[in-house]
């Protein structure tokens, strides 16, 4: 049987047991540049392991889901973080789950606002990009490097998101 998953603000508080949301923080806020300049600082840690591991950017440029959504599928990084930082303003979804047992549990569905990122730690369950209404383009921060930075597990049911309120 299909279960239904409830979408839920993102906060820091609600996402730390996956990893860090990315959005300017005022208790981390100091001037640069001559007083021109805010700097936000130190608002995760991009994670690598392994011998030859780098961090690398990217863009990811996401086609916008159609609602309702079914997830089939969750994935994880065993050698790297993920950050996801949206480009253009957007909102988008971020799906995570516990790891029960090397698989994941149930998902938690969070929306995150155009104005915040996230970084997920090193094996942690999620779904792929999500973007919602327009074709939106996010700075990717992960890893580079030898060995399978990739496991995927596929529900036996999948579970259904509704369409998000915007």
Same mark, same amino acid.
């Given at each position: 049987? #299909?279960?239904?998953?409830?979408?839920?603000? @993102? +906060?820091?508080?609600? /996402? !730390?047991?996956?990893?860090?949301?990315?959005?300017?923080?005022?208790?981390?806020?100091?001037?640069?540049?001559?007083? #021109? #300049?805010?700097? /936000?600082?130190? @608002?995760?840690?991009?994670? #690598?392991?392994?011998?030859?591991?780098?961090?690398?950017?990217?863009?990811? %440029? $996401?086609?916008?889901?159609?609602?309702?959504?079914?997830?089939?599928?969750?994935? %994880?990084?065993?050698?790297?973080?993920?950050?996801?930082?949206?480009?253009?303003?957007?909102?988008?979804?971020?799906? *995570?789950?516990?790891?029960?047992?090397?698989?994941?549990?149930?998902?938690? *569905?969070?929306?995150?606002?155009?104005?915040? $990122? *996230?970084?997920?730690?090193?094996?942690?369950?999620?779904?792929?990009?999500?973007?919602?209404?327009?074709? !939106?383009?996010?700075?990717?921060?992960?890893?580079?490097?030898?060995?399978?930075? @990739?496991?995927?597990?596929?529900?036996?049911?999948? /579970?259904?998101?509704?369409?998000? +309120?915007?």
């Amino acid at each position: 049987m #299909t279960q239904h998953l409830d979408i839920h603000p @993102l +906060t820091k508080t609600a /996402f !730390s047991p996956f990893g860090d949301v990315i959005e300017a923080d005022p208790a981390t806020m100091r001037f640069i540049n001559g007083g #021109t #300049t805010e700097r /936000f600082h130190a @608002l995760s840690n991009a994670e #690598t392991i392994g011998d030859g591991a780098r961090v690398i950017l990217n863009l990811f %440029r $996401g086609q916008p889901r159609a609602f309702p959504f079914s997830i089939e599928m969750m994935e %994880r990084h065993p050698f790297g973080s993920q950050c996801f930082v949206p480009l253009n303003g957007r909102p988008f979804l971020v799906v *995570v789950a516990e790891d029960e047992g090397g698989k994941p549990g149930r998902p938690q *569905v969070f929306l995150a606002q155009g104005d915040q $990122g *996230v970084n997920y730690r090193v094996n942690v369950w999620h779904y792929p990009l999500m973007a919602l209404d327009e074709q !939106s383009d996010f700075l990717i921060v992960d890893r580079d490097g030898p060995g399978n930075n @990739l496991e995927e597990y596929f529900f036996d049911t999948p /579970f259904i998101i509704g369409a998000p +309120t915007l």
